[in-house]
């Protein structure tokens, strides 16, 4: 795919007009690394490509602003890089990485600093894209991040509840050649955090691929659920040539040329960040559009649908699985659960071709009961054996009766082409 035609089918999120690249950079292979996404109608940035990610939602709108101010109307072709890029994770357990301080090794997958003084964590080589992954959780503290000498961020890591792997983009677009990042405690914390931890995870490097001969293996990662059985069906029956909209699929990203995911959140996986209420793509694009467990985290779920169904294909499908009987998750930002009439409701302006629920009972209750406290505050033999029973019972739930108590519903619905010629 050349940059004009991946370009082409994105839009601006507010008026859906086409988008211009300005100060593109591309790769001798014509890919974008990086440029500022213009709306000529609204007259200003919409987005940005940074390292070939397309992010309407947390680009720096001032940088941008100050950058097309410069510009001053001076036109210039793209800038192409004299060579190819290649990703490297770097983890916590690489030699290359150096420690000062006092760093001990966790669970398997860390490095831990109790953020003392001069605790620091430095890799210097070739790269001209870094970012981190690093553990949010209720005992995290701040850290700051520098490059060549310059403090580039701050972040803090505290989080109320859960402990979760964020991905934190450090600086971009950095001349080639040798640079070095730190990662460094800084031995303080917000109001609520019960602790000034850094939890390093693995920094994540972009650099010059002087062998672009090689075969690079298609990335795929997934680090969050599997693509539901019937959506890996359906994705069977797109055309080879045809795109698929993963709608707020996390963070994920699959070796399938026709996969896009988008997603709000600024995981490290994502090709797009955008909002589903107002997609950034143009209309009739996708062959497939899926959002799985997102549209009960949605403020206007029929919104929602709505730029789903304007993002498909005259004769594309959509297909949606959300929460029924789930206790709340991912707070606050969970507002609407939808009973198998509910979901159908959303999807009342498509044709809907099945409607469909899962999830056993005994694994609902388990559900409620840990959100509840209750499993963990009980005797755990006894939980483990209540469960059991519980869960001997869930073969005399036929499918019928599990729509009244089921875990999450879905619907799969065309959108019509005779349906939309009329309009
Ligand atoms: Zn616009």
Redesign the pocket.
Known sequence: MTPTDRLSIF???????GLRVIDPWWTPSRRIKSGILF????Q?A?GAIRNFKFDFVHFDRTACARRLAERSGDERGPHVLPWEVIDEAIAFDDPRLCLEGSWEACDGKYQLSHGGPGDALTYSGEFVDVGVRLLKHPWSGMVRFEVDGTVVGCVDLYAPKWSTVHWFPIECDLPAGRHTVRILPAGEKNRDSAACQVFFHELAITRPDMSPDRPQPAPEANRVLPVFPDVVELMKSVREDGLILDCGGGDRVLADPRYINLDFEEYQLPAVYGDVLKLPFRENTFDLVFSQAVLEHVRDPFQAVEEMRRVTRPGGTVWAGMAFLQPVHAVPCHYFNATAWGIEELFRNLHIVRTAWFGDLSFTIDWLFKTAGVAERADQAEYADLMQRIKSLDHLVSYEDLKGVASGVSVEALKNADKEAET
């Open positions: 839009c601006c999120p507010d008026c859906k007009s709306c000529d109608r609204c200003h919409a």
